[in-house]
């Protein structure tokens, strides 16, 4: 009887927290929605309106007529050309040192693992000098890459290393080496073994970091400036053309050169989601 008495009580004994659950849920989602975007607005979307704003503050015939000018469409060639060049060289040694730090065991490891992170702590101002002291013109290894478009790359090179390294090592320590096993097992070569199970498992991982490897190389400065000598037509990049122009008290033209490297980061960024996408799906 009393049993049963249990079994049927009434829905109204239902603590009141258990109702409206699903609405507080919802509003509670609403707010950090809310608070994201206005925080996000406040540090990035507002900002750049305000770039993109300024460059045409002088009519888009001046923008144009700044962007296309021999010096500054040369540093902007030669930024973007660098950057693509930085993000492809850092796909294939980045993955490289991070299935290296993965998968092979040697003594040091640990340190070297340490050293990758290097580049995010030390200002890039003082990447630039480290650079230039050891590859100026009194390279201590008789090495000389000051003023030179390859020094620019050792720069970037040296400033976006972690990024295909950091976003690549956790997929590989994730990623199931049973498949791995199986296809060996079924006469599969190591090569075969690494292009169809562990390369499309990476992929997302890859482009993640080339992009990012893009993007920080395309806006670099502190370690550049000092290496490249900013040599017009040769060595300058558009950061320091940049700094030129807000130097020669010419703002608009400054944004402007900074609106077509967003329009560009933001077109390749683009493309390299709609890639890693692609690769999900696959």
């Known amino acids: 009887m009393t049993d049963a008495l249990v079994v049927a009580a009434p829905r109204e004994s239902r603590p009141p927290s258990f109702l409206g659950t699903r609405n507080r849920g919802r509003y509670a989602t609403g707010l950090g929605v809310g608070l994201a975007t206005l925080y996000l607005s406040v540090l990035v979307f507002i900002p750049l309106a305000a770039v993109v704003w300024k460059s045409q503050e002088k009519g888009w015939s001046a923008f144009w007529s700044t962007v296309t000018a021999p010096e500054a469409w040369s540093t902007i060639k030669l930024t973007v050309l660098a950057s693509l060049g930085v993000a492809l060289i850092n796909v294939v040694m980045g993955t490289l040192i991070a299935w290296v730090l993965v998968r092979d ?167 390299i989601s709609l890639v890693e996408r692609r690769a999900v799906r696959r």
């Open 105 to 271: 065991k040697f003594p040091g490891q640990r340190v070297l693992n340490a050293l990758i992170d290097l580049p995010f702590a030390l200002p890039t101002i003082v990447a630039g000098i480290v650079l230039i002291t050891l590859y100026g013109v009194q390279s201590p290894i008789n090495v000389t890459l000051a003023y030179t478009r390859p020094g620019i790359m050792v720069a970037l090179l040296f400033v976006t290393l972690p990024f295909v390294v950091r976003t690549v090592q956790p997929v590989l320590l994730e990623l199931d080496t049973d498949m791995e096993a199986a296809a060996a097992s079924l006469g599969a070569s190591r090569f075969t073994i690494f292009r169809r199970i562990v390369l499309p498992n990476l992929t997302p991982a890859i482009l993640a970091g080339a992009a990012l490897s893009f993007a920080r190389a395309i806006s670099e400065y502190g370690s550049t400036v000092l290496i490249s000598g900013n040599i017009p037509f040769k060595t300058e990049v558009a950061s320091v053309q940049i700094y030129n122009q807000l130097q020669s008290d010419n703002a608009a033209g400054a944004a402007a050169i900074a609106t077509v490297l967003l329009a560009i980061s933001l077109l390749v960024l683009f493309g």
